[in-house]
Protein backbone atom coordinates (compact mmCIF):
# COMPACT_ATOMS: atom_id res chain seq x y z
CA UNK A 1 0.00 0.00 0.00
CA UNK A 2 1.02 3.56 -0.65
CA UNK A 3 2.08 5.44 2.04
CA UNK A 4 1.67 9.05 0.31
CA UNK A 5 0.26 9.16 -3.16
CA UNK A 6 0.39 12.26 -5.64
CA UNK A 7 -1.82 12.22 -8.80
CA UNK A 8 -0.76 12.85 -11.38
CA UNK A 9 2.86 12.23 -12.09
CA UNK A 10 3.38 14.19 -14.75
CA UNK A 11 1.47 17.15 -16.04
CA UNK A 12 2.23 19.17 -18.94
CA UNK A 13 0.11 22.13 -19.81
CA UNK A 14 0.28 25.54 -21.34
CA UNK A 15 1.12 28.92 -19.81
CA UNK A 16 -1.85 30.64 -18.33
CA UNK A 17 -3.67 27.56 -17.52
CA UNK A 18 -5.16 26.50 -14.30
CA UNK A 19 -4.11 23.31 -12.85
CA UNK A 20 -4.50 21.07 -9.64
CA UNK A 21 -2.16 18.31 -7.87
CA UNK A 22 -4.10 15.87 -5.41
CA UNK A 23 -2.49 14.16 -2.34
CA UNK A 24 -3.29 11.65 -0.61
CA UNK A 25 -2.16 10.43 2.60
CA UNK A 26 -3.00 6.15 4.62
CA UNK A 27 -0.32 6.97 7.60
CA UNK A 28 -2.80 8.70 10.03
CA UNK A 29 -0.49 11.34 10.07
CA UNK A 30 -1.84 15.45 10.95
CA UNK A 31 0.24 17.09 9.25
CA UNK A 32 0.90 17.57 5.24
CA UNK A 33 3.18 19.37 3.43
CA UNK A 34 3.43 20.73 -0.09
CA UNK A 35 7.39 21.07 -1.13
CA UNK A 36 9.10 22.37 -4.66
CA UNK A 37 12.13 20.87 -6.22
CA UNK A 38 13.90 22.62 -8.67
CA UNK A 39 15.85 21.39 -11.37
CA UNK A 40 19.15 21.45 -9.22
CA UNK A 41 17.15 19.27 -6.67
CA UNK A 42 16.50 22.28 -4.08
CA UNK A 43 13.72 21.31 -2.23
CA UNK A 44 11.57 24.55 -0.66
CA UNK A 45 8.78 23.87 1.38
CA UNK A 46 5.70 26.03 0.26
CA UNK A 47 2.66 24.72 2.74
CA UNK A 48 2.18 22.75 5.81
CA UNK A 49 -1.45 21.95 7.14
CA UNK A 50 -2.39 20.45 10.28
CA UNK A 51 -5.54 18.99 11.13
CA UNK A 52 -6.56 20.75 7.62
CA UNK A 53 -5.41 24.23 9.40
CA UNK A 54 -3.09 26.14 7.13
CA UNK A 55 0.27 26.90 10.00
CA UNK A 56 2.96 27.63 6.90
CA UNK A 57 2.47 29.85 4.26
CA UNK A 58 5.86 30.65 2.95
CA UNK A 59 6.76 33.37 0.66
CA UNK A 60 4.70 31.39 -2.49
CA UNK A 61 2.65 33.84 -5.02
CA UNK A 62 -1.78 33.66 -4.40
CA UNK A 63 -1.65 32.15 -7.69
CA UNK A 64 -1.01 29.07 -5.55
CA UNK A 65 -3.84 27.79 -3.72
CA UNK A 66 -3.74 24.81 -1.14
CA UNK A 67 -6.84 23.07 0.54
CA UNK A 68 -7.00 20.50 2.59
CA UNK A 69 -10.96 18.66 2.94
CA UNK A 70 -9.79 16.22 5.36
CA UNK A 71 -6.43 15.21 7.30
CA UNK A 72 -5.73 12.78 4.72
CA UNK A 73 -6.01 15.17 1.41
CA UNK A 74 -3.92 17.68 0.72
CA UNK A 75 -4.33 19.36 -2.85
CA UNK A 76 -2.53 22.13 -4.35
CA UNK A 77 -4.44 24.43 -7.17
CA UNK A 78 -2.21 26.73 -9.23
CA UNK A 79 -3.33 29.89 -11.23
CA UNK A 80 -2.39 31.15 -14.39
CA UNK A 81 0.79 29.00 -14.24
CA UNK A 82 3.81 30.37 -15.75
CA UNK A 83 7.63 29.12 -17.27
CA UNK A 84 8.74 29.17 -13.92
CA UNK A 85 6.36 27.05 -11.71
CA UNK A 86 7.86 24.61 -13.86
CA UNK A 87 9.50 21.77 -11.02
CA UNK A 88 8.93 18.57 -9.21
CA UNK A 89 6.00 18.73 -6.24
CA UNK A 90 6.39 16.90 -3.64
CA UNK A 91 3.52 16.33 -0.53
CA UNK A 92 4.42 14.85 2.37
CA UNK A 93 3.29 14.16 5.79
CA UNK A 94 4.61 13.75 9.86
CA UNK A 95 3.28 13.11 12.88
CA UNK A 96 5.40 14.79 15.73
CA UNK A 97 6.31 12.16 18.25
CA UNK A 98 6.65 12.18 21.88
CA UNK A 99 10.33 13.20 21.18
CA UNK A 100 9.23 16.12 18.22
CA UNK A 101 11.65 14.42 15.72
CA UNK A 102 9.13 14.91 13.12
CA UNK A 103 9.93 12.38 10.31
CA UNK A 104 8.63 13.08 6.65
CA UNK A 105 7.17 10.92 4.55
CA UNK A 106 7.01 11.75 0.81
CA UNK A 107 5.01 11.00 -2.03
CA UNK A 108 6.66 10.23 -5.71
CA UNK A 109 6.30 13.41 -6.70
CA UNK A 110 4.61 15.70 -9.48
CA UNK A 111 6.84 16.65 -12.59
CA UNK A 112 4.56 19.53 -13.57
CA UNK A 113 6.36 20.90 -16.87
CA UNK A 114 4.45 24.58 -18.02
CA UNK A 115 5.23 25.47 -22.24
CA UNK B 1 17.04 31.46 12.12
CA UNK B 2 17.24 27.65 11.14
CA UNK B 3 19.97 26.48 8.16
CA UNK B 4 21.76 23.37 7.08
CA UNK B 5 24.51 23.23 5.09
CA UNK B 6 26.04 20.43 3.23
CA UNK B 7 28.67 19.65 1.33
CA UNK B 8 28.74 20.64 -2.72
CA UNK B 9 28.32 18.44 -5.01
CA UNK B 10 28.47 16.05 -7.17
CA UNK B 11 30.73 13.26 -5.66
CA UNK B 12 31.55 10.92 -8.21
CA UNK B 13 32.80 7.68 -6.35
CA UNK B 14 34.22 4.01 -7.38
CA UNK B 15 32.74 1.26 -6.04
CA UNK B 16 34.01 0.00 -2.70
CA UNK B 17 35.08 3.69 -1.60
CA UNK B 18 34.73 5.35 1.40
CA UNK B 19 31.84 8.14 1.29
CA UNK B 20 31.46 11.36 3.43
CA UNK B 21 29.11 13.62 2.93
CA UNK B 22 29.36 16.73 5.40
CA UNK B 23 26.44 18.63 7.30
CA UNK B 24 26.56 21.31 9.31
CA UNK B 25 23.45 22.97 11.46
CA UNK B 26 22.19 26.32 12.94
CA UNK B 27 19.52 25.99 14.93
CA UNK B 28 18.27 27.18 18.30
CA UNK B 29 16.99 24.37 21.30
CA UNK B 30 17.67 20.79 20.80
CA UNK B 31 16.76 19.91 16.93
CA UNK B 32 16.12 16.33 15.72
CA UNK B 33 19.17 15.63 12.21
CA UNK B 34 17.97 13.42 9.27
CA UNK B 35 19.42 12.06 6.66
CA UNK B 36 16.92 11.69 3.59
CA UNK B 37 17.96 10.33 0.35
CA UNK B 38 16.35 10.80 -3.07
CA UNK B 39 16.61 7.36 -5.60
CA UNK B 40 16.58 8.95 -9.28
CA UNK B 41 12.83 9.46 -10.14
CA UNK B 42 11.58 8.88 -6.64
CA UNK B 43 10.54 11.03 -3.89
CA UNK B 44 12.85 11.54 -0.78
CA UNK B 45 12.64 9.01 1.83
CA UNK B 46 14.33 8.55 5.56
CA UNK B 47 17.96 7.08 5.44
CA UNK B 48 18.88 7.85 9.52
CA UNK B 49 18.12 9.88 11.95
CA UNK B 50 19.46 10.88 15.21
CA UNK B 51 17.14 12.97 17.87
CA UNK B 52 19.61 14.03 20.68
CA UNK B 53 23.25 15.02 20.77
CA UNK B 54 26.00 12.18 20.61
CA UNK B 55 22.92 9.47 18.83
CA UNK B 56 24.08 7.61 16.22
CA UNK B 57 21.50 6.67 13.33
CA UNK B 58 22.55 3.98 10.52
CA UNK B 59 20.90 2.24 8.26
CA UNK B 60 22.20 0.13 4.87
CA UNK B 61 25.74 0.53 6.21
CA UNK B 62 25.29 4.38 5.88
CA UNK B 63 25.60 5.88 9.56
CA UNK B 64 26.03 9.80 10.89
CA UNK B 65 26.63 10.91 14.44
CA UNK B 66 25.24 13.94 16.33
CA UNK B 67 27.91 16.33 16.98
CA UNK B 68 26.29 18.85 19.52
CA UNK B 69 29.63 20.73 20.06
CA UNK B 70 30.51 20.91 16.51
CA UNK B 71 26.87 21.36 15.10
CA UNK B 72 27.38 18.83 12.54
CA UNK B 73 25.74 15.52 11.34
CA UNK B 74 28.08 13.80 9.22
CA UNK B 75 27.20 10.76 6.56
CA UNK B 76 29.58 7.90 6.15
CA UNK B 77 29.48 4.92 4.19
CA UNK B 78 32.68 2.32 4.65
CA UNK B 79 32.21 0.98 0.47
CA UNK B 80 29.54 2.44 -1.29
CA UNK B 81 28.05 0.26 -4.48
CA UNK B 82 26.59 1.90 -7.72
CA UNK B 83 23.31 1.53 -6.19
CA UNK B 84 23.59 4.36 -3.76
CA UNK B 85 23.78 6.68 -6.32
CA UNK B 86 21.19 9.03 -5.69
CA UNK B 87 20.85 12.76 -3.99
CA UNK B 88 21.37 13.06 -0.21
CA UNK B 89 19.67 15.46 1.88
CA UNK B 90 20.64 16.67 5.45
CA UNK B 91 17.75 18.06 7.11
CA UNK B 92 16.92 19.08 10.88
CA UNK B 93 13.35 19.36 12.63
CA UNK B 94 13.21 22.19 15.56
CA UNK B 95 9.69 21.82 17.64
CA UNK B 96 10.19 26.55 17.49
CA UNK B 97 9.82 26.69 13.78
CA UNK B 98 7.39 23.92 13.66
CA UNK B 99 9.23 22.57 9.89
CA UNK B 100 11.91 20.63 8.16
CA UNK B 101 14.87 22.52 7.17
CA UNK B 102 16.92 20.82 4.20
CA UNK B 103 20.11 21.53 3.01
CA UNK B 104 20.82 21.72 -0.95
CA UNK B 105 21.35 17.96 -1.70
CA UNK B 106 24.60 16.26 -2.95
CA UNK B 107 24.46 14.60 -5.89
CA UNK B 108 26.44 11.11 -5.54
CA UNK B 109 27.18 8.66 -8.32
CA UNK B 110 29.11 5.55 -7.77
CA UNK B 111 30.88 4.13 -10.89
CA UNK B 112 31.64 0.70 -11.21
Known amino acids: DTAVSQTPKYLVTQMGNDKSIKCEQN?????MYWYKQDSKKFLKIMFS???????INETVPNRFSPKSPDKAHLNLHINSLELGDSAVYFC??????????????FGPGTRLTVL | GNSVTQMEGPVTLSEEAFLTINCTYT??????LFWYVQYPGEGLQLLLK?????DKGSNKGFEATYRKETTSFHLEKGSVQVSDSAVYFC???????????FGDGTTLTVKP
Open chain 2, 27 to 32: ATGYPS
Open chain 2, 91 to 101: ALYNTNAGKST
Open chain 1, 27 to 31: LGHDT
Open chain 2, 50 to 54: ATKAD
Open chain 1, 92 to 105: ASSQEGLAGSDTQY
Open chain 1, 49 to 55: YNNKELI
